[in-house]
């Protein structure tokens, strides 16, 4: 099994930053790809971003040169630096880790919560 567990949640004021941590665990494959996922109060789960093994990086077009993301593979581990944080960050941030063998297989966490006020 594999568990994702995230931190580094909290309450931050307008244009503060906070840095995000996933930890995943267990019988984790050679290559997977772990992604940031937020859900604001009664909104859908979107994507942030997501980071492959050989460290291939994709951003949501509304934290693109706000957030980045990174990756310590002997760690696995990924990092979500959040920047110039708004209001509308305000969510849930849950990481997924994701990977093909015969099927495929998606864990996610119990997520961290941001709030974004002043």
């Known amino acids: 099994q594999v568990q994702v567990v995230e931190s580094g949640g909290g309450l931050v004021q307008p244009g503060g930053s906070l840095r995000l941590s996933c930890a995943a665990s267990?019988?984790?494959?050679?290559?997977?790809?772990m992604g940031w996922y937020r859900q604001a109060p009664g909104k859908q789960r979107e994507l942030v971003a997501t980071?492959?093994?050989?460290?291939?990086?994709n951003y949501a077009d509304s934290v693109k040169g706000r957030f980045t993301a990174s990756r310590d593979n002997a760690k696995n581990t990924v990092y979500l630096q959040m920047n110039s944080l708004k209001p509308e960050d305000t969510a849930v941030y849950y990481c997924?880790?994701?990977?093909?063998?015969?099927?495929?297989?998606?864990?996610w966490g119990r997520g961290t919560p941001v709030t974004v006020s002043s």
């Open positions: 997924r880790l994701s990977y093909y063998l015969a099927a495929q297989h998606m864990y």
């Open positions: 267990g019988s984790i494959p050679n290559f997977y790809t």
């Open positions: 980071v492959s093994s050989e460290g291939d990086i």
